[in-house]
């Protein structure tokens, strides 16, 4: 499987981005999704997931800001940030679980087997 994440950038706070991740090789629609992040000197942390069925999780940072959404006809997984703050600066991974059961929404990295490149977010003051 593999994972390519885009739609970084630099963006002002108060701003919006779009992340995009494509996903090739297993069937896209039997996994739970999920994005990540790492700001440097943290540990990663859960932004959003979204499972087979289309239930979804975020973290508590990004709840009523951040939307995410895929479509499994193009193998994709969207994660629409607004209102985005300094505080949202980090590298962005999307990450795919296989093993999750439908009504799952995995929250720990651990659970997911296959991992994005990463796509840099920068919030500027």
């Known amino acids: 499987v593999q994972l390519q994440a885009s739609g970084g950038g630099l963006v002002q706070a108060g701003g919006s981005l779009r992340l995009s991740c494509v996903a090739s090789?297993?069937?896209?629609?039997?996994?739970?999704m999920g994005w990540f992040r790492q700001a440097p000197g943290k540990e990663r942390e859960l932004v959003a997931v979204?499972?087979?069925?289309?239930?979804?999780y975020y973290g508590d940072s990004v709840k009523g800001r951040f939307t995410i959404s895929r479509d499994n006809a193009k193998r994709t997984v969207l994660l629409q940030m607004n209102s985005l703050r300094p505080e949202d600066t980090a590298v962005y991974y999307c990450?795919?679980?296989?093993?999750?059961?439908?009504?799952?929404?995995?929250?720990?990295?651990?659970?997911?087997?296959?991992w994005g490149q990463g796509t840099q977010v920068t919030v500027s003051s």
């Open positions: 990450a795919a679980d296989y093993n999750a059961i439908l009504s799952h929404t995995p929250q720990n990295p651990d659970d997911y087997e296959y």
């Open positions: 090789g297993r069937t896209f629609s039997r996994a739970a």
């Open positions: 979204i499972g087979r069925g289309g239930s979804a």
